[in-house]
């Protein structure tokens, strides 16, 4: 599977950006995507997922309410719509692929099989 992501930029505190993750080379269908990001000096951490198949979603509770995570059957891609945004939310956000068919959504990064090449984001205060 090849994750390409797209969509940062620099954003003022309050603002939005809708970040793309296209899915290639496997079909998605049967996975769960997730979004990560990762701050200077800091552990890359979960944010957001979607199982692809049912769509069922779940987030961090720092992102809950603001973020929605959401995908295009058609074209194998996954969003997610950042609203809302503050500084603390500053940081290279990745999409990423995790094969395995679980009971519960996992937020482990090393769950993860695949992943995008990160999009920086940017929110000034």
């Known amino acids: 599977v090849q994750l390409q992501a797209s969509g940062g930029g620099l954003v003022q505190a309050g603002g939005s950006l809708r970040l793309s993750c296209a899915a290639s080379?496997?079909?998605?269908?049967?996975?769960?995507m997730g979004w990560f990001r990762q701050a200077p000096g800091n552990e890359r951490e979960f944010v957001a997922a979607?199982?692809?198949?049912?769509?069922?979603?779940y987030y961090a509770d720092s992102v809950r309410g603001r973020f929605t995570i959401s995908r295009d059957n058609a074209k194998s891609t996954v969003f997610l719509q950042m609203n809302s945004l503050k500084p603390e939310d500053t940081a290279v956000y990745y999409c990423?692929?995790?094969?395995?068919?679980?009971?519960?959504?996992?937020?482990?990064?090393?769950?993860?099989?695949?992943w995008g090449q990160g999009t920086q984001v940017t929110v000034s205060s």
């Open positions: 080379g496997r079909t998605v269908r049967y996975y769960t």
């Open positions: 990423a692929v995790d094969r395995l068919s679980r009971i519960a959504t996992t937020i482990v990064v090393a769950d993860y099989e695949y």
């Open positions: 979607l199982k692809w198949s049912g769509g069922s979603t």
